[in-house]
Nanobody, 122 residues
């Protein structure tokens, strides 16, 4: 059984930092690129960032320079470090895993977590 379990979301103030975690089981973690998406209330799910097996990363323009995706293959875990948080970063954050596909397209990810809520107050 494949599981992706996110944690770390909470209420923070604008300008704060926060790190989300995603622990994965049931797959060969090193075979997968790990990505983070987010979905704000009433909006579509959007790509945030991705880290590929070899460690290269890519980010949405809206978070570039503020968010960092990392992975620890020994722990089967991926992380999203967020700094200088803004109210517009408020969303449900999901981690997702894919072997191949367009990283920007949510439907091309094979596995998803249940999400963790991040709320940024002004």
């Amino acid at each position: 059984q494949v599981q992706l379990v996110e944690s770390g979301g909470r209420l923070v103030q604008a300008g704060d930092s926060l790190t989300l975690s995603c622990v994965v089981s049931g797959i060969t973690f090193t075979d997968y690129a790990m990505a983070w998406f987010r979905q704000a209330s009433g909006k579509e799910r959007e790509f945030v960032g991705i880290i590929w097996n070899a460690g290269s990363t890519s980010y949405a323009d809206s978070v570039k320079g503020r968010f960092t995706v990392s992975r620890d293959d020994a722990k089967n875990a991926a992380y999203l470090q967020m700094i200088s948080l803004k109210p517009e970063d408020t969303a449900l954050y999901y981690c997702a895993a894919q072997t191949l596909g367009d990283p920007l397209i949510a439907t091309e990810y094979q596995f998803w977590g249940q999400g963790t809520q991040v709320t940024v107050s002004s």
